[in-house]
């Protein structure tokens, strides 16, 4: 038994047990030192803890948390984020004066004991019994290491965090046994490089090259002498020692660091003197973290390709699974994302609508036959400020969209044209198209049951003097929706509804669309990014091809890298190519001479459709060329602006069409990102005008609408793609429209989203 002081004070042993706690008897006790009373002290006092050699021989090193680096197709950065701002170096791309630093003031005989450090533990000892409480302790870098290991795992989870580094018997003990395990198992010189890279220097940097970085700009490898005793001094605690808010206290420690250094004889005493007259020298590098910090108004496409991951199965069986695989970072993500694309739909967007506008303007890209996603941005950038939105107006809701998409107007009577000619229907069809019809009834569905037109509902055209008969060609060019209407009346809604299956269509929120026949006039909420990849079915010649935004992942790992897989495009053909071929021809007719010509290129083929919705309360353009589409959209998130008698982008607009605003944006930002790019041809096929049409009136300028394409959606257009007044759909009160919809247009319409923002998202 221990002797006892006079006066029936502990033993000097005992006070170790009392002030440093059963750890350091454990320990002394693996060293094969025998020091008595153990058990009295309370190694597994009332079985509260597990007996020493109970402890299971399983540590395991984790893989630390590190900064993922998202890439452009051209392999430039585009952001990074992390949960934890760490970049893993090994021990030759760290400074020598950094490892002889932390050595020196955490550890100074880290090269002479074992996991326990002996001398240290009897140093503490008399320490702590001179003072009466812990003033000092014992652990070795060893263990220090093993303890970092358990706050890693513990994440940012806040419970297990505090079970980690809770000041118990059991847990020292388990430190103990896993650091002598760690010794026998990774040597000296790796357990220092590990305990280098995972332990925290404050100012959210994790691990040596991040702090070296945060504090100096500057890699690990290149830190001096006093540069390096400083951020060791950082590691006792990196709230008091902080040098960017504390400079006094940070110099102190630094100094005590460098003294230390000298008294081991890792450096004179007249470099440590040198070195402690110097300033602190930091050159603070502010923290990137996140989508927020993307250049080229990049952010939604970023936070875009954050989605992809977490939610595609490719990453992950479960949403945890995917998420820890993010969290855990070290990804290097290359994107599908164009530079010059995405460089030249912010400098159109720019131009054309000023970010504090009552509506705002939203723009993708996408690459014909590949799907891949060459651009995306919009108007309002990607913060949480005033005129900043966190919202993605381009993608669907379950992707970060504000809605479930917008309603497209006009832009959705290509696909209505696309299922008649796949049906058989002649690029010369013809349809009586008056002035104003009821809706046709019965139309066939695709059930058993037709859908009827209970109420009379009716169907106008956008000016009395848009009447019938119109062949194909001229109402596609004029977007006349009594054509339209009556051609689903001819066809049935079930070849509508396969074409557009075909084509990836469905609303924001991923629903079908309803079988309604006023389906061709677009009031449904479609997002930007499913109709650029639609439309880009056309330029492919009737092949689409699943978006994707991801075209490679590596993983750092432990010093390793491996290949991660990621999701591919699918393609499949959507259409014969003849039907691509006509609906091109007929698209490349609205830029000629139709609704769009505001929108057109002159150095290269290209088509396109306009689309306004009722109230101009949207406004489209979806063109494309062989090898580029695109769709812009202009509005408001919360469908609360009616763009008449509107400034937008510093130019004034009495009505907003189609072709006015989102026109001349995708004609400029289409220029941008096919400069020095191919210009192929379309396959283009003759559709002949009918005799009696050549001297029909054919401009918009007499409909007080401004030079062709006043019309917008061409026209109307809800009357081109009208919605209901009154109706919510998400939180987004529909306008009211200039006609009648037909009953049960929105049945089964149960979205929920979010409410209004002032025009803010």
Known sequence: MPKKRSGGGLSSTQQAAKFLGVSVLAGAVMAGIA?????????AAKGSVQGFDDIPDNLKSPSL???????????????????????????????????????????????????IDLKGILRAVNQNAQNGGVAQGASTLTQQLVKNY?????????????????????????????????????????????????????????????ASQRYFSKPAKKLNLQESALLAGIVQSPSRYDPVNDEEEAIKRRNTVLQRMAEVHDISQEQADAAKETKLGLHVSQ?????????????????????????????????????????????????TLDPQSQASIQASLKDHVYKSDKVAAAATLVEPGTGKILGMGQSKPFGYGKNETEYNYSVNYDMGGSNFGFPTGSTFKPFVAAAALEQGRPATQEYSSPNSMPYPSPVQTCGSKPWTNQ?????????????????????????????????????????????????????????????????????????????????AAFASRGMYCTPVAIESISQQIGGREKSLDVPKSTCSRAMSETTADTVNSLLSGVIDSGTGQQAGLTDRANAGKTGTTDERRNAWFVGYTPNLSGA????????????????????????????????????????????????????LVNIPDPDRNKDKGQDDDNRGRGRHGGNGNGNGNTTDGSTISGQSDGGVVFPTPSFSLPDGFIQGNTNSGNGGDGGQR
């Not at 949960?83 to 893993?88: C, G, K, P």
């Not at 602006?641 to 605003?661: A, F, L, N, P």
């Open 35 to 43: 020091l008595p009373a153990a058990g009295a002290l309370g190694l």
């Open 65 to 115: 948390s590190q900064r993922t680096t998202i890439l452009d197709s051209k392999g430039g950065q585009i952001a990074t984020v992390y949960s934890r701002d760490r970049t893993v170096v090994g021990l030759k791309d760290i400074s020598p004066y950094m490892q002889k630093a932390i050595v020196a003031i955490e550890d100074s005989r880290y090269y002479q004991h074992g996991a």
């Open 150 to 210: 358990f706050v890693e795992e513990a994440g940012d989870d806040p419970t297990k965090v505090a079970q980690a580094t809770q000041q118990t018997i059991g847990r020292k003990i388990r430190e103990l046994k896993y650091a002598i395990q760690l010794e026998e198992k990774l040597g000296k010189k790796k357990i220092l490089e590990n305990y280098l890279n995972i332990t925290f220097f404050g100012e959210q940097a994790y691990g040596v090259e991040a």
């Open 287 to 335: 923290p990137k973290n996140g989508c927020i910090t993307a250049i080229k108004g990049a952010g939604f496409f970023c936070k875009y390709v954050e989605k992809v991951f977490l939610s595609d199965p490719v990453f992950g069986k479960t949403k945890e699974d995917r998420a820890k695989v993010w969290n855990q970072g070290g990804l290097t993500i290359r994107t």
């Open 455 to 535: 109420r009379n509902e009716k169907v106008p055209n956008e000016s009395e003097s848009e009447k019938g008969p119109y062949q194909l060609k001229e109402a596609m060019a004029k977007s006349v929706n009594t054509y339209f209407v009556q051609m689903i009346s001819d066809i049935g809604l079930c070849p509508v509804m396969n074409q557009i299956g075909k084509l990836g269509v469905v609303q924001g929120n991923g629903d079908k669309l309803p079988q309604v026949p006023s389906i061709a006039l677009g009031a449904k909420g479609i997002s930007p990014l499913t109709m650029a990849t639609a439309y």
């Open 632 to 683: 812009v959209w202009v509005g408001s998130a919360t469908q609360q602006v009616k763009m008449s008698g509107i400034q937008i982008g510093g130019v004034w607009h009495d009505k907003v069409y189609g072709g006015q605003v989102p026109g001349p944006i995708w004609r400029d930002l289409m220029t941008g990102a096919l400069t020095g790019k191919d210009a192929p041809s379309f396959n």
